[in-house]
């Protein structure tokens, strides 16, 4: 078991272009998260999935953003034009199916500039 | 919009002393999970507590829930400086267990 693994931890880009981040939950967790956080406030949610179905997704993401988990492992987040309100962490999480703790990745950080 | 809130949103203490953190919410809930989050780093589960439960302990943290009240308190017990970090609490309601944090309480212990 080796945690929540996401994959840019950083993430420089320019006003305008596309950004994808990948995230690798744990082995056997059915259940992954996509946050946002910004600083000084806490992680807000954006989309939801069990396995690779997307069950949820939140007002916060728009048109530009794109989230998929094909096979029901590994999940991608791309964001499409990309603004400089989108400079925030990125957080994802996963749990297991009969469990309800979230375990959260390290973050991808991305700065819009 | 969040809605939740941590309560002080910062405090400092001096290493060996207790830190008491308190957060509410405005639905009703299944659990409520406590988090850290060292600077720039993501966030490391602390203690879940569910809706039925009261009070939980693990090693020097305490948690109590009243649910009458949409509350949560956190307590850190003999503070060391490596708990210096920001500490969240996520609600989780719903059939989809998505967590709604609060901007949570930045804790600084003075060694």
């Known amino acids: 078991d080796t945690g929540v693994s996401q994959d840019p931890r950083h993430k420089i880009t320019k006003r305008g272009q596309n950004v994808t981040f990948r995230c690798d939950p744990i082995s056997e967790h059915n259940r992954l998260y996509w946050y946002r956080q910004t600083l000084g406030q806490g992680p807000e949610f954006l989309t939801y999935?069990?396995?690779?179905?997307?069950?949820?997704k939140s007002r916060l993401l728009s048109d530009r953003f794109s989230a998929e988990r094909p096979k029901g492992s590994f999940s991608t987040l791309e964001i499409q034009r990309t603004e400089q309100g989108d400079s925030a962490m990125y957080l994802c999480?996963?749990?297991?199916?009969?469990?309800?703790?979230?375990?959260f990745g390290p973050g991808t950080r991305l700065l819009v500039l | 919009s969040q809605q939740g809130e941590e309560d002080p949103q910062a405090l400092s203490i001096q290493e060996g002393e207790n830190a008491t953190m308190n957060c509410s919410y405005k639905?009703?809930?299944?659990?409520l999970q406590w988090y850290r989050q060292n600077s720039g780093r993501g966030l490391v589960h602390l203690i879940l507590?569910?809706?039925?439960?009261r009070e939980k302990h693990s090693g020097r943290l305490r948690v109590t829930l009243d649910t009458s009240k949409k509350s949560s308190s956190l307590l850190i017990t003999a503070s060391r400086a490596a708990d210096t970090a920001s500490y969240f609490c996520?609600?989780?309601?719903?059939?989809?267990?998505?967590?709604?944090f609060g901007k949570g309480t930045l804790l600084t212990v003075n060694p």
């Open positions: 639905t009703s809930i299944n659990n």
């Open positions: 507590i569910r809706s039925n439960e």
């Open positions: 999480a996963s749990s297991f199916r009969t469990q309800e703790t979230q375990y």
């Open positions: 999935f069990q396995n690779e179905a997307q069950l949820e």
């Open positions: 996520g609600n989780s309601g719903g059939s989809n267990y998505k967590l709604t």
